[in-house]
């Protein structure tokens, strides 16, 4: 299966605790996007990715927050001191360039107690 | 502010019947649109899109109708099935040649009735 792929799938951590999620996208795809998603919303955008640039970040995305993608495959999120708001889904897409349909993995689900 | 509106959380279908997702979006330069489907736990996966400069677009069961006009779009679903019970989101992207993100709405959640 080449699709986008996240680990882990799911987190039960503690408040104050700081937490990774990694994200392996298509692999012919430059573009990779990082999303939320709570309970009755849709995806909310936190920042995205142009190879190993960050172009832009959302202002969820708080300095507690922190996206890399250090030779433009893989990306990481962390979220450090982690609140019982951050409890969520953390998506994980990609896209080519040249497209606009983005594909997202199947989400990290994050728990925090 | 929301560029990107469904304003029915939920909607309940027979089966074998036509299914009507609707959508409003705000900003007129959003360039092309999208839906997707989520099951529980799972990621959304991409089902049809269509751009600004088409008024309909036709995949199997599902159809996307735009009326840039009016800001609106909708997915038609027929006939529905047990499987189509999921939520749908509808999401619009500005052109390519911009930086810019993909906006999803909050979801439909569509049940389809046996």
């Not at chain 1, 959302?58 to 019982?84: M, V, W, Y």
């Not at chain 1, 896209?95 to 997202?104: D, K, M, V, W």
Request: proline share 5%.
């Amino acid at each position: 299966d080449t699709g986008v792929s996240q680990d882990p799938r799911h987190k039960i951590t503690k408040r104050g605790q700081n937490v990774t999620f990694r994200c392996d996208p298509i692999s012919e795809h430059n573009r990779l996007y990082w999303y939320r998603q709570t309970l009755g919303q849709g995806p909310e955008f936190l920042t995205y990715f142009q190879n190993e640039a960050q172009l832009e970040k959302s202002r969820l995305l708080s300095d507690r927050f922190s996206a890399e993608r250090p030779k433009g495959s893989f990306s990481t999120l962390e979220i450090q001191r982690t609140e019982q708001g951050d409890s969520a889904m953390y998506l994980c897409a990609s896209s080519s360039e040249r497209s606009y349909t983005i594909y997202f993995g199947e989400g990290s689900w994050l728990t925090v107690v | 502010d929301q560029q990107v509106k469904q304003n029915s959380p939920s909607l309940s279908v027979q089966e074998g019947r036509i299914s009507i997702l609707n959508c409003d979006y705000t900003n007129s330069m959003f360039d092309y649109f999208l839906w997707y489907k989520k099951y529980p736990a799972e990621g959304p996966t991409f089902l049809i899109s269509i751009s600004s400069i088409k008024d309909k677009n036709e995949d199997g069961r599902f159809t996307v109708f735009l009326n840039k006009s009016a800001k609106h779009l909708s997915l038609h679903i027929v006939p529905s099935q047990p499987g189509d019970s999921a939520v749908y989101f509808c999401a619009a992207s500005p052109p390519m040649n911009r930086d810019d993100k993909i906006i999803f709405g909050k979801g439909t959640r569509l049940h389809i009735l046996p």
